[in-house]
Nanobody, 115 residues
């Protein structure tokens, strides 16, 4: 069973930065892709950023230019660097890992941006 453990969420003022981490229990090369979704209460879960096993990244238009996704292969960890945070970035952020036959999810980490 794959485990994804997220960390790095918290409370930050608008304009500030946070870095989320997602540590996987096995090599990230075993996944086709990994990334982050977020969910605002009352809204559908939104894809924020993905990175494939080949290193291709995709960033949602709503956060492009402010968020970046990266990996540390030796630590089996992916990161979401979030800069110039806005109040509308407030959400629970979920890490995911897409294997051949299923998708694994982390437990979620709360990010709250205050004005």
């Amino acid at each position: 069973q794959v485990q994804l453990v997220e960390s790095g969420g918290g409370l930050v003022q608008a304009g500030g930065s946070l870095r989320l981490s997602c540590a996987a229990s096995r090599s990230i090369f075993s996944f086709n892709a990994m990334g982050w979704h977020r969910q605002i209460p009352g809204k559908q879960r939104e894809l924020v950023a993905t990175i494939t096993s080949g290193g291709t990244t995709n960033i949602a238009d709503s956060v492009k230019g402010r968020f970046t996704i990266s990996t540390d292969n030796a630590k089996n960890t992916i990161y979401l660097q979030m800069n110039v945070l806005k109040r509308e970035d407030t959400a629970v952020y979920y890490c995911y890992a897409a294997a051949q036959w299923r998708v694994y999810w982390g437990q979620g980490t709360q990010v709250t941006v205050s004005s």
